[in-house]
């Protein structure tokens, strides 16, 4: 299917998009776009282990400051910077090159649904958990991961009905915000957190709060709104109802089995490995997400339900009724640790299948030559 995506938003179209172009000039034109991508997706993730081996359990900005040497912060936006760079000039440069594949556009959307949650775990250690004086507590850590990725699936389950990819307000907005932060964070230290800023409420406040009226006032409303457009004009994909709702099973359901883990954890387990939970999460979103991402893309139906949510119901079950006892967090540790292992080989098996069905190399512009 031809991809078509509509990007409406000011900051990007009157102040990014002009930027990108002037970047995207600069790249040879035998570097094939996956691995702009790939290279982006690989910064965020360094930039976050760094960050985690400075501040595992997110306490270094708030009952310990300093922990974090400023050269972090300032190389945090130096990688969330070009992650998003990278990220803006992967379908130009395909275009460029005449090497837009399916492939592209789903390492593309693959890859950003996981580095969605990863962007928003490497900004807690700037706001720090709750200390009793300042910072965030684990559960509003957990509830704002959840509402950033129930606005990347709103997108994705609405490409799934429309065919059209309506590119979120809030992903440039995020972008810029985050890179702001951290170079706010490494020039005046990251007491600027923990001081009230307006009216006593602390930035972090404020940013909470234009997540959550982003999400539910504008990204939310926007999607249905697109798809009832859709739906009047009769171009939706989908006839059914049925079939229209088939993908936000498997993530609702997700969403649930986690948050009944989270609320009800005999040993707290959120507040003792909040890293690891959150890890946990966002990748298990992300592999939910990517098969939406198949099915949209090749016209098939989702499965109902997602092959994690079994072990992970046989895991929550246990937590929650106490047989788990004192091995919940070793039980978790490797519960994440297998979730990584296996979205991981999800990853490689599909870009290796879809590379030998287009007869391309995922990495290099170069054919492949027929067997």
């Known amino acids: 299917s031809q991809y078509s995506a509509v990007d409406t938003n000011p900051l ?5 998009q002009p930027i990108w172009n002037k970047i995207i000039k600069i790249v040879p034109l035998w570097i094939a776009p996956n691995l ?12 976050y282990f760094l960050i985690s081996f400075y501040d595992w359990d997110y306490t270094a900005s708030g009952t310990s400051p300093g922990l974090v040497p400023t050269w972090v912060w300032l190389f945090s936006a130096f990688t969330t910077f070009c992650a998003y760079a990278l990220d803006s000039i992967d379908g130009k440069h395909a275009r460029r090159t005449q090497s837009s594949t399916p492939l592209g556009e789903l390492f593309d959307h693959g890859l950003d649904s996981w580095a969605t949650s990863i962007f928003v775990l490497s900004f807690f250690s700037v706001c720090s958990r709750d200390n009793g004086k300042t910072g965030v507590s684990v559960y509003t850590m957990y509830i704002y991961l959840s509402i950033v990725l129930f606005n990347f699936m709103c997108s994705h389950w609405e490409k799934y009905n429309t065919g059209v990819l309506f590119l979120p307000w809030g992903y440039d907005i995020s972008q810029v915000v985050l890179i702001a932060a951290y170079l706010l964070t490494g020039a005046v230290g990251v007491e600027v957190w923990q001081k009230p800023f307006l009216f006593g409420y602390y930035i972090t406040d404020a940013l909470v709060i234009l997540l959550i009226g982003f999400s539910l006032f504008l990204s939310f409303p926007q999607t249905l709104y697109n798809i009832h457009r859709a739906h009047l004009k009769k171009t939706l994909k989908n006839d059914s109802l049925y079939e229209g709702l088939l993908p936000l099973v498997s993530p609702l359901l997700l969403f649930i089995l986690l948050t009944v883990w989270v609320v009800l ?10 890293r690891l939970f959150l890890w946990m999460v966002g990748v298990a979103f992300s592999n939910v997400i990517c098969k939406v991402i198949i099915c949209q893309m090749s016209s098939t139906r989702p499965e109902l339900f997602h092959w994690f949510l079994f072990p ?5 079950y ?12 070793v039980v978790l540790a490797v519960l994440t640790a297998l979730v990584t292992a296996a979205h991981v080989h999800f990853g490689v098996c599909v870009g290796r299948q879809l590379s030998e069905h287009l007869n391309i190399y995922v990495f290099s512009l170069k054919k492949r030559v027929q067997e």
């Open 12 to 16: 990007s179209v009157y102040i990014m």
């Open 36 to 47: 702009l991508t790939f290279s982006g997706f690989v910064m965020i993730l360094v930039n």
């Open 265 to 274: 954890s005999p040993g707290n387990i959120l507040a003792k490995q909040p």
């Open 312 to 316: 992970l119901a046989l895991v929550v």
């Open 318 to 329: 246990a937590a929650i009724s106490g047989l788990l006892g004192w091995t919940e967090e």
